[in-house]
């Protein structure tokens, strides 16, 4: 990942975390807690890919299980989110830009469901039955249901500042390129000079320069051989 990728995902994951510890997690909601975490790793997965995706993810998810007060093994919500990271990122097209909201909502109530139940089978794993206690399916309607009205107000914002920091002409050698071309056709236009595009184009200039010197040499009354 480029250096500008890796501090802006660093600088949002820490401030969704510190949102949900403080703000989010002490709200006591019904069923699941909204996960903010969650929602700033899918709109970074689906604007730098499946790769991008997974790589913070598993930074996300193992900050959060290092965070106080962090109740489970270290490790369990990495892995639930190095692999949510990853399949979302899949949903990324390939200009990068989606056309309508319906495509990130789906993947928002789809990682929603599939990180709640990831977690789950993971804690069962481990010995965790919490989820028993509480209640799964209440955990994955509540999970979805808060997730999908937390997302309008969370992932577009992070996708567009994603875009941003994407789009900077310093690193981005394709820009460059493209801006030289760009140069070398206001060049070519600027002074009306197409090298190999007329026929007979430097042999024109140079006829036009002798009929010049030769008119000058007249008027002026020189002989020119």
Not at 44 to 52: D, K, N
Not at 63 to 81: E, F, I, Q, S, W
Not at 86 to 97: D, N, Q
Not at 200 to 210: D, P, S
């Amino acid at each position: 990942m480029r250096v500008n990728r890796i501090l802006l995902s660093t600088a949002l994951v820490v401030v969704a975390l510190v949102i949900q510890v403080s703000v989010l997690a002490r709200l006591h909601l019904p069923g699941a807690v909204p996960d903010l975490l969650l929602l700033t790793v899918l709109g970074l997965a689906m604007v730098y890919g499946h790769v991008g995706g997974a790589l913070v993810g598993f930074a996300a998810g193992l900050l959060a299980d290092l965070a106080p007060p962090a109740d489970h093994a270290a490790g369990r919500y990495a892995l639930v989110l190095c692999v949510i990271g990853y399949f979302a990122g899949l949903a990324r097209p390939e200009s990068g830009r989606l056309k309508s909201a319906t495509g990130p909502m789906a993947v928002v109530v789809g990682a929603a469901v599939a990180s709640t139940l990831l977690y789950a089978g993971v804690g069962a794993l481990v010995g965790d039955t919490a989820a028993r206690h509480v209640g799964l399916p209440g955990l994955l309607f509540s999970a979805a249901l808060y997730d999908l009205l937390l997302a309008p107000f969370v992932v577009p914002g992070i996708m567009w500042l994603a875009r941003r920091a994407d789009n900077d002409p310093l690193v981005e050698t394709g820009s460059a390129a493209k801006a030289g071309d760009i140069s070398s056709g206001w060049l070519s236009s600027g002074t009306g000079l197409r090298i190999g595009g007329q026929r007979g184009g430097l042999g024109a200039l140079k006829a036009k320069a002798r009929t010049r010197s030769t008119r000058v040499g007249r008027i002026k009354g020189v002989k020119r051989l």
